[in-house]
């Protein structure tokens, strides 16, 4: 069973970093491409950064310089540093496991862990 744990919200001033983690068990986790995403009180949930099974990294527009995913294959972690935190980076991230062969895509998400930036 595939299992995506994720740890290291909480509450920071804006400004401030915050790394956070996702665990996984119950897969291959080589084969996954991996992604952080967020979810704001009111809003759609949102891809911010995302990291192929062979390292190639994307971020939405409004990350870009200041958060980084990283995945570690051997321990079957990911991660995502984030730094010159906003108040609008707000919200619940969740991580995600996606993987597609043909036509076939199968995803998995973990249950969110909550992140707050006060101005």
């Known amino acids: 069973q595939v299992q995506l744990v994720e740890s290291g919200g909480g509450l920071v001033q804006a400004g401030g970093s915050l790394r956070l983690s996702c665990a996984a068990s119950?897969?291959?986790?080589?084969?996954?491409?991996m992604g952080w995403y967020r979810q704001a009180p009111g809003k759609q949930r949102e891809l911010v950064a995302a990291i192929t099974r062979g390292g190639s990294t994307n971020y939405t527009d409004s990350v870009k310089g200041r958060f980084t995913i990283s995945r570690d294959n051997a321990k079957k972690m990911v991660y995502l540093q984030m730094n010159s935190l906003k108040p609008e980076d707000t919200g619940v991230y969740y991580c995600n496991a996606a993987y597609q062969y043909a036509a076939v895509r199968s995803d998995y998400w973990g249950q969110g862990t909550q992140v707050t930036v006060s101005s």
């Open positions: 119950g897969m291959i986790f080589s084969i996954y491409a």
